[in-house]
């Protein structure tokens, strides 16, 4: 059973910043997509970014090169740089992997964009 633990969220103001770290219960190759999806209230869960071996990162078109994602293998953590953050990226923000096929997802951390 995979298990994700999420943290970094909290409350920050416009144009400020965060890094959302995320580490998995097992070892998670790195051929294994690892990521980050959020959801705002009454809005469906939406990509945020994503990350494996031999290909380039995915990004969603909202993040206009404000956030990286990045991850440390030995560590099964993936992270998520967060810049110049706006009130419309207030959401609960998770993580997940992809491991044979099947979706695992962390509890999700609250990210507040407010001044």
């Known amino acids: 059973q995979v298990q994700l633990v999420e943290s970094g969220g909290g409350l920050v103001q416009p144009g400020g910043s965060l890094r959302l770290s995320c580490v998995a219960s097992?070892?998670?190759?790195?051929?294994?997509?690892m990521g980050w999806y959020r959801q705002a209230p009454g809005k469906q869960r939406e990509l945020v970014a994503k990350l494996r071996s031999g290909r380039d990162p995915r990004y969603a078109d909202f993040v206009q090169d404000r956030f990286t994602i990045s991850r440390d293998n030995a560590r099964n953590a993936v992270y998520l740089q967060m810049n110049s953050l706006k009130p419309d990226d207030t959401a609960v923000y998770y993580c997940?992997?992809?491991?044979?096929?099947?979706?695992?997802w962390g509890q999700g951390t609250q990210v507040t964009v407010s001044s």
């Open positions: 097992v070892t998670i190759l790195s051929s294994n997509f």
């Open positions: 997940y992997t992809l491991v044979d096929g099947e979706a695992y």
